[in-house]
């Protein structure tokens, strides 16, 4: 059965079009241009519309791609052989395009299946993503990534899929360095896929700098903070019942408040990026005396947790 030739054409000023059809097209095919197909064309690759003198542009997307090695016939498969490619470009001072072509008049009468984000954009698939402030908890959103494909998913068919975005930044990693916003925003821009839903799961151990108000500030997604520090007393007395030996917890050291409640059920406290950010806060002659403050009151804290406990 005779195949309709598919062809795309990315801009009115393009001497060359892709063909789209399955397969590709054969030689002989007739273009609903009335263009003859001088060669065998695979999908997915370029067809002259023209013809191209050699040294002229092969122009696709409206800019020059390649030259012509020689003459190219309207209806040639133009392929990398037919064309002299530029150099590519050194990554350093890279031109910033200044072309802004004129709005597309709006398409009417098509539609898609697909829903509309609070943000306004669109997304065609339900799709949950976890991402993770720390590369400690790697394995831990692999393990429910895992967990959620096999237990979850089947009980709820509108849901397409569950990802883990993962990274490697460690707990202790130079956030305020002068590139450190680059991967932040990248991870950020990752989770604002429309296929999302405009909603992503964070998993954060809560001692790393990249806290997830850092990763996803205002702006980006509300943050509700389903960690619960009142749930620890009984995960540590569990782990306290198989264990003979002394069970610390760092999870959620803000303050000395939730320090003095986690000291109440468990051997140490771990204190890490509270501190440290309570010192990256304070003027730089003042560090000193905010770090003891800060641990003097954390040692306040403790010292009653311990009295509680008749310790």
């Known amino acids: 059965m005779p195949t309709n ?15 789209a059809n399955d397969g590709g097209l054969a030689a002989g095919s007739v273009l609903p241009s009335g263009l003859v197909l001088r060669d065998r064309v695979p999908q997915g690759h370029k067809v002259a519309l023209a013809d191209i003198a050699a040294d002229a542009p092969v122009q696709r997307y409206g800019i020059p791609i390649g030259h012509a090695l020689k003459d190219i016939s309207a209806g040639s498969w133009v392929h990398e052989r ?29 539609s898609f299946e697909g829903y509309r984000n609070a943000d306004g954009s669109v997304g065609t698939r339900n ?23 096999a237990e979850l998913l089947p009980r709820f068919p509108n849901v397409d899929d569950v990802v883990a975005l993962q990274h490697g930044y460690g707990c202790g990693v130079a956030i305020e360095a002068p590139d450190a916003p680059v991967p932040i925003r990248t991870l950020r821009n990752i989770s604002l896929n429309p296929n999302f839903g405009g909603e992503v799961m964070v998993v954060s151990l809560g001692c790393e700098k ?29 782990i306290k019942s198989a264990l003979s030996i002394p069970v610390g917890v760092g999870f959620g050291i803000r303050d000395a408040a939730t320090a003095q409640r986690i000291a109440r059920v468990a051997d140490a406290v771990v204190i890490g990026s509270a501190l440290v950010q309570a ?33």
């Open 210 to 238: 990249l806290q997830p108000e850092r990763l996803l500030p205002p702006g980006s997604f509300a943050i509700v903070d389903e960690r619960n520090v009142a749930d620890v007393g009984d995960k540590v007395a569990a």
């Open 82 to 110: 037919l064309l002299k490619m530029p150099e590519a470009r050194g990554l350093e001072g890279l031109p910033i395009a200044t072309v802004k072509p004129p709005p597309l008049p709006p398409l009417e009468g098509y």
């Open 279 to 311: 010192m990256l806060d304070a003027p730089a002659d003042a560090v000193p005396d905010t770090a003891g403050a800060w641990l003097h009151k954390i040692r306040t804290a403790l010292d009653e947790a311990q009295v509680n406990r008749g310790e």
């Open 5 to 19: 030739p598919l062809t795309i054409r990315m801009h009115e000023r393009d001497n060359v079009a892709i063909v």
């Open 127 to 149: 799709i949950l993503a976890i991402t993770q402030t720390v590369q400690c908890v790697a394995g831990v959103t692999e393990f429910a990534v895992q967990r959620i494909k």
